[in-house]
């Protein structure tokens, strides 16, 4: 796994932070659902909890980031569906789709650089800030597209391959998670701009006035993450053919959400790292996909994910019981 | 005395086409009740509020009724709530404070409305409500007979999937909204059919929420699971497109047969042609529109009629598309209604 650092956790001094606790459970319950479902062990079925996450885990990367920045991007699904649905619009009007994707991105980054210059500059809170944001992103797609459902031209190879190609046996929509979420690992351990973003996150007073650029920090923050979201809008066209903008509707921003602070990055920032995400993404896989072969109603699965995501929350609470020296101002 | 001759001819043909003119004019009757007709629609104030007016059914209704207004003289506000029950009843309660004559109404499940249903009607409002019913029967239902439709989508499975030449017994619901009119009725039907078929297996009834993204997962997890599955029924053509991705992602194409309902888009029958999805019982939406239109005119024609007095439905055509007819009116385009 990459970032693998024994540097930034600020928990150092707890052997079991949040992550392994969320790494246990999901041990127990991969142990708990090989013993008892037929074919859950298959490889088939591994590559398919791998594949069922490849979304969410994409966006948790996304979110990770800027969580780890002390901030919070909540436009992350209507950057996703708008942007995707952008491309595959103005491809309708003959214009090539590849081009039309990069024009999707372009719009995408400008929307992030946008939300960026709101919270860094204006300084908007965040939480504030990219809901006003995302429902405006979205309102205006709404408006533009008409339909709810756009599908992409069929004749696109490089989408087809999105799609159904595999590297190795691998999916590609598990080896783009597993890129970006490696390439985000070594941006944020390995590069002078990673520590300052754990500078800004933890303390965002202290880094200005040391001297850091913390503005154009956030700014880079926000641009990165709504290009993420963009590129999980891609995964998500090319597995299912076509991008349905009522997602934005749903609850996915809110599970991307829970997959990072369950892993273990704390919304008051500076801590946790691209591990944290898998940890928390590989949990909410192994459970939807055990609770869905047990063929739970719908009713009883929120429930019991929930519960176990609540466990874990205070399973961590009792193992690293917060005081004033854990606590940082902003912890929410 | 050629041009004396000459003006007397024009003048007599002058003469006789004014005389035609006026036994014309004589027999320009109004065609019988019209002028009734439109006294009782015209300057009348309609209330629709949909579920989203994103969905393609739900354009084609509108296309089709603002057309019926424009030319008959009623008015037409479509109040969206884009998906959001709590700002649906909003909408509901603000269309019920303005004594509209008449509200349609598509309900997001069968309860969430229920009881502002029997406010607008005892406030004397028409209710009208299309495709997706309430727990409360008011004036008219236009739409579909879900119970009919489980019963033809478990059908065409039972189909496939019975007898020595199945490759399984095994079927698999993927449903929508579990609380939604569509998906309680079609359960019904399902049911049915199962039990006239014990031989078929229902192993997995999840609800897909109408997206083509879970609809996906849920099949490629099931399908892990029972590799020999044989056949796929869900609720509206543009979330299944997400199962038949899961399905030929595995290979699976000419083993499993998908089969579900949708409005006769475009959108639907190219996911017929690409291999997507095996059969869409299709309900063709601008005739359910066209029905409902009729629905509407008739209503306000009856200004005396107290509300819920009398309770009507109207059940839409429903035909079976599959990719030997996927072509013409089976699959319109929205530029087609205009």
Not at chain 1, 40 to 48: D, H, K, V, Y
Not at chain 1, 70 to 88: C, H, N
């Amino acid at each position: 796994m990459p970032g693998s650092g024994k540097s930034d956790d600020r928990r150092l001094g707890f052997k079991a932070s949040q992550e392994v606790v969320v790494i246990a459970i999901s041990v127990v319950l991969f142990l708990v659902f090989s013993a008892t479902l037929n074919n859950f062990l298959s490889q088939g079925n591994i590559i398919a909890i791998l594949k069922n996450v490849s979304i969410l885990g994409t966006l948790a990367v996304g979110m990770g980031f800027v969580v780890v920045g002390r901030g919070i991007d909540l436009t992350m699904v209507a950057v996703m569906v708008v942007g995707v649905a952008f491309s595959i619009w103005i491809s309708t009007w003959g214009i090539d789709f590849t081009l039309a994707v990069i024009c999707g991105a372009i719009l995408v980054a400008a929307i992030g650089l946008f939300t960026g210059v709101m919270v860094a500059i204006a300084e908007v809170p965040p939480i504030f800030a990219t809901l006003a944001i995302a429902s405006s992103v979205y309102g205006s797609g709404r408006i533009v597209f008409a339909s709810d459902v756009l599908y992409a031209p069929p004749d696109i190879a490089w989408l087809k391959f999105v799609g159904n190609g595999s590297v190795l046996g691998i999916p590609m929509s598990v080896v783009i998670f597993g890129a970006v979420a490696a390439l985000m690992g070594l941006f944020l351990r390995k590069t002078r701009f990673g520590r300052l973003v754990y500078a800004t996150g933890d303390n965002p007073n202290a880094a200005r006035t040391t001297g850091l650029p913390t503005r154009p920090i956030i700014v880079t923050q926000y641009v990165i993450s709504a290009l993420i979201a963009f590129t999980a809008g891609i995964i998500m066209t090319g597995l299912v053919t076509g991008i349905d903008t009522r997602l934005y509707n749903s609850s996915l921003i809110y599970d991307v959400l829970l997959v990072v602070v369950l892993g273990g990055i704390g919304l008051s920032g500076g801590q946790g790292g691209v591990r944290n995400v898998i940890a928390g993404t590989i949990l909410v896989g192994i459970l939807t996909n055990g609770m869905t072969i047990l063929n739970f109603s719908y009713t009883s699965q929120n429930l019991i994910k929930s519960v176990i995501l609540l466990g874990a929350l205070a399973i961590d609470a009792i193992i690293n019981p917060r005081d004033e020296q854990t606590s940082q101002s902003g912890d929410i | 005395m050629k041009i004396f001759k000459k003006c007397l001819l024009a003048g007599m043909a002058a003469l006789a086409l004014l005389g035609v003119a006026q036994v014309a004019s004589a027999q320009e009757t109004d065609q019988v009740g019209r002028a009734a007709y439109l006294d009782g629609v015209k300057g009348k104030k309609v209330i629709f509020v949909p579920i989203s007016q994103g969905m393609d059914l739900n354009q084609a209704w509108v296309m089709v009724w603002q057309r019926h207004a424009a030319r008959y003289g009623f008015t037409l506000e479509v109040r969206d709530p884009n998906g959001d029950t709590n700002a649906g009843i909003r909408a509901m309660q603000g269309a019920i404070a303005e004594k509209p004559d008449l509200i349609i109404v598509q309900n997001p499940d069968v309860q969430t409305y229920a009881r502002l249903l029997k406010q607008a009607q005892a406030a004397g409002i028409k209710v009208l409500q299309v495709n997706m019913q309430s727990a409360t029967q008011t004036d008219s239902y236009v739409g579909n007979d879900w119970i009919e439709m489980g019963r033809l989508e478990m059908g065409e499975l039972a189909k496939h999937c019975t007898g020595p030449n199945a490759v399984s017994h095994k079927v698999v619901w993927l449903a929508g909204v579990q609380t939604g009119a569509a998906n309680i009725y079609m359960r019904t039907g399902i049911d049915e059919v199962l039990k006239a078929n014990p031989e078929l297996q229902l192993v997995s009834d999840q609800p897909a929420d109408y997206i083509s993204e879970k609809a996906r997962q849920i099949t490629e997890t099931v399908l892990q699971q029972h590799p020999d599955l044989c056949g796929i029924m869900g609720i509206w053509d543009n979330a299944e497109v997400g199962a038949g991705a899961a399905v030929a992602a595995a290979g699976k194409q000419d083993q499993v047969t998908i089969v579900t309902n949708g409005a006769g888009a475009a959108t639907g029958c190219e996911s017929i042609k690409n291999g997507l999805l095996d059969v869409i019982f299709n309900f063709n939406a601008p005739i359910q529109g066209e029905i409902a239109a009729q629905q509407i005119s008739e209503l306000l024609q009856h200004p005396d009629r107290k509300a819920g007095s009398e309770k009507t439905i109207f059940f839409g055509p429903i035909t079976r598309v599959d990719k030997t007819n996927a072509t013409g009116r089976n699959c319109w385009k929205p530029e087609d209604i205009k």
